[in-house]
DNA sequence: TAGATTGTTAATCGATTAACAATC
DNA sequence: TAGATTGTTAATCGATTAACAATC
C-alpha cells in the first residue's frame, strides 16, 4: 500500500469519497458473500445474516456501509441486490480493467487459468515472459507474448494493472517497466520488496511470508493443548532427507 | 487470524511473549531481508539500512525488533547474522514444519513446484487430492496421493500446517477433515470464508480480492493525474467479447 | 571525548466494538 | 403500535511515528 496520500486535516467525512483502507480491504469479501446470497436466491439480508457470510460480526459490517453511503432499510436490511451493485461500483468492478501478466511460470500458468478471475471486473489481455521458449505457448485461449511488447500492449489496451509472477531476481526491472509503461497498480508475487515511485499502489501476494506468519502462533500453541509438532524422535527434525521440493519458478 | 485470545490486562510486557500481531507480520519481512544481506556479505546493518531492505521505517523496524530483546548495539547497528538466527528462533523456523497441500489443480501445482517454499522451515510431506484421475501423478520428486489418505499422514508426518488449493465448494469440507485430523493451521487459497475452531489459525490468500483492492484506488486515480483507465471508446468497455479466461481450478 | 545509533517514551492516528437512538 | 434492525456515537484498543535519552 505505496499510496500517495493527500489527505487534507481533519476527521473523515463520508462525502470526503475517504473509505478507511481497512474498509476497503472487506468490500470484496461483502460483494462476494452478497453474490452468495443472491446465487441462493435471497433478496433481503441483515447485516447480521451478511456479517456472518462474510466472515466479520456485524457492527463492523455496519460502519464498513455506512461509508458509501445509507442503503439499508431500518427494521428491514439490505436488498441483496441492490446492495451488490453499489459495493460493485464502489470498489471499481462494474467496469472491467486490463490486465497484463508478467512471467508466466508455474504461478503465471496457474492465475491465467483462473477462471473465476474476481467474479468479473478484469480481463487478461497479454501474459508475457521474456523467455523465447516461452513466447507463443497457448495458455487457455491466449498465447505467452514477448515481454518486449509490453509497451504497445499497455497503451494499446489502456492497461492498468500488472501482476508479477517473475522469480525475484528480475522483478524490480520488470516493476520499473511496468510503471514506465502507465502501469499504476501492481500485484506482486515475487519474494521481493519492490519500490515504486508516489502515484502507483503495490500489493504483495507471498506464500512463505503467510506460512511463516502461521509458524509463529503454531509454536506457540504446542505447550498449551494440542500435541506438540515438534517431534520427539531426535532424527526426525530438521534432519530430513527429504528433498527440499526442487524446481523453481522459471520465467 | 481467528485466533483464541488468552490475553490478561495491563500493557504488554516484553517477557510476556506477546508480539502484537502487526509486527509479527513483519517479522518474515526482516527475516528476508537479512538473509539478503547475508547472500551480499553485509555483517552489520543500522535499523535505517535494514528498514530500507525491508521497506518500512526505521522508528518502526526499531519498534518491533524491540519486542523480541535487546539484540542490537548502540552506536553500531545490528549483527547481521545474529539477529537473523534470532528472528528465525522467534518465527519457529528453525524447525521444520510439516505441510501438507490439498487440491492439486493449478494452483497447487504451482506451490508444489515452488521451491524457495520459505527459505525452509517447511517441508510438504503430501499433495493430496480427490480425484483419483490425479492420484499417482508424479510432481517433482512427489506424488499425489488419495486425500482419504490424509488423516494417516497428519498422524505419521505430525502436520500441524494444511495448505487449501481445492476450488471453492469443497473448501469447507476439507478443511473440516483437517481440523478433525489434528491440523492446526491452515492457509487458504480458495475463495470462501471458511469457518474453524478455536484454537485453529487460518489465513487466506485471495487473488481476486487483492486485485479488487486495487481496483478501488485506480478509480479513484483516474480523475487526479494520470489518463482514465476507462476508455473513451463506448464499444470497449465492459463490453470485450475476450472470453473471460476459462479454465476452473478443478481439483 | 564526539559521533552514531539503539531502545523506549509519549503523542497521534486509525480500527474495532458495544450500545442505542432513529426509524422502518 | 410493537418488533426488528439500521446507522451513528463514543469508548476502547492497537498500531504508527517522532523524538530523544541511554549508551556504545
Given at each position: 500500500m505505496t499510496r500517495a496520500s493527500s489527505?487534507?486535516?481533519?476527521?473523515?467525512t463520508?462525502?470526503?469519497r475517504g473509505i478507511p483502507e481497512a474498509t476497503v480491504a472487506r468490500l470484496p469479501v461483502y460483494l462476494r458473500a452478497l453474490t452468495a446470497l443472491s446465487d441462493n436466491g435471497i433478496a433481503t439480508a441483515s447485516s447480521e445474516d451478511l456479517?456472518?457470510?462474510?466472515?466479520?460480526n456485524s457492527a463492523k459490517l455496519r460502519k464498513d456501509l455506512s461509508y458509501l453511503g445509507s442503503y439499508g432499510t431500518r427494521g428491514v436490511g439490505y436488498d441483496v441486490e441492490y446492495l451488490r451493485y453499489q459495493i460493485a461500483r464502489e470498489i471499481g468492478v462494474t467496469q472491467d480493467w486490463a490486465v497484463v501478466i508478467v512471467g508466466i511460470g508455474n504461478l503465471g500458468h496457474a492465475l491465467a487459468n483462473y477462471s473465476g478471475f474476481g467474479t468479473r471486473g478484469f480481463r487478461i489481455v497479454a501474459l508475457l515472459d521474456a523467455d523465447p521458449k516461452l513466447v507463443g505457448e497457448r495458455i487457455g485461449d491466449m498465447e505467452v507474448?514477448?515481454?518486449?511488447?509490453?509497451?504497445?500492449?499497455?497503451e494499446r489496451d489502456r492497461v492498468s494493472i500488472g501482476v508479477i509472477t517473475t522469480p525475484a531476481g528480475p522483478a524490480q526491472?520488470?516493476?520499473?517497466?511496468?510503471?514506465a509503461a502507465g502501469v499504476t497498480s501492481i500485484l506482486n508475487f515475487a519474494p521481493v520488496v519492490l519500490s515504486v515511485p508516489d502515484g502507483v499502489d503495490i500489493r504483495k501476494v507471498d506464500l512463505s511470508?503467510?506460512?511463516q506468519i502461521l509458524a509463529y502462533h503454531e509454536q506457540r500453541k504446542s505447550g498449551e493443548a494440542a500435541l506438540p509438532q515438534v517431534p520427539e524422535l531426535p532424527a526426525m527434525n530438521g534432519l530430513s532427507d527429504l528433498p527440499s521440493v526442487g524446481g523453481g519458478v522459471g520465467a
Amino acid at each position: 500500500m505505496t499510496r500517495a496520500s493527500s489527505r487534507r486535516p481533519g476527521p473523515p467525512t463520508r462525502t470526503e469519497r475517504g473509505i478507511p483502507e481497512a474498509t476497503v480491504a472487506r468490500l470484496p469479501v461483502y460483494l462476494r458473500a452478497l453474490t452468495a446470497l443472491s446465487d441462493n436466491g435471497i433478496a433481503t439480508a441483515s447485516s447480521e445474516d451478511l456479517a456472518t457470510a462474510a466472515g466479520v460480526n456485524s457492527a463492523k459490517l455496519r460502519k464498513d456501509l455506512s461509508y458509501l453511503g445509507s442503503y439499508g432499510t431500518r427494521g428491514v436490511g439490505y436488498d441483496v441486490e441492490y446492495l451488490r451493485y453499489q459495493i460493485a461500483r464502489e470498489i471499481g468492478v462494474t467496469q472491467d480493467w486490463a490486465v497484463v501478466i508478467v512471467g508466466i511460470g508455474n504461478l503465471g500458468h496457474a492465475l491465467a487459468n483462473y477462471s473465476g478471475f474476481g467474479t468479473r471486473g478484469f480481463r487478461i489481455v497479454a501474459l508475457l515472459d521474456a523467455d523465447p521458449k516461452l513466447v507463443g505457448e497457448r495458455i487457455g485461449d491466449m498465447e505467452v507474448r514477448d515481454f518486449a511488447e509490453l509497451e504497445d500492449i499497455v497503451e494499446r489496451d489502456r492497461v492498468s494493472i500488472g501482476v508479477i509472477t517473475t522469480p525475484a531476481g528480475p522483478a524490480q526491472e520488470v516493476c520499473d517497466r511496468l510503471v514506465a509503461a502507465g502501469v499504476t497498480s501492481i500485484l506482486n508475487f515475487a519474494p521481493v520488496v519492490l519500490s515504486v515511485p508516489d502515484g502507483v499502489d503495490i500489493r504483495k501476494v507471498d506464500l512463505s511470508i503467510e506460512l511463516q506468519i502461521l509458524a509463529y502462533h503454531e509454536q506457540r500453541k504446542s505447550g498449551e493443548a494440542a500435541l506438540p509438532q515438534v517431534p520427539e524422535l531426535p532424527a526426525m527434525n530438521g534432519l530430513s532427507d527429504l528433498p527440499s521440493v526442487g524446481g523453481g519458478v522459471g520465467a
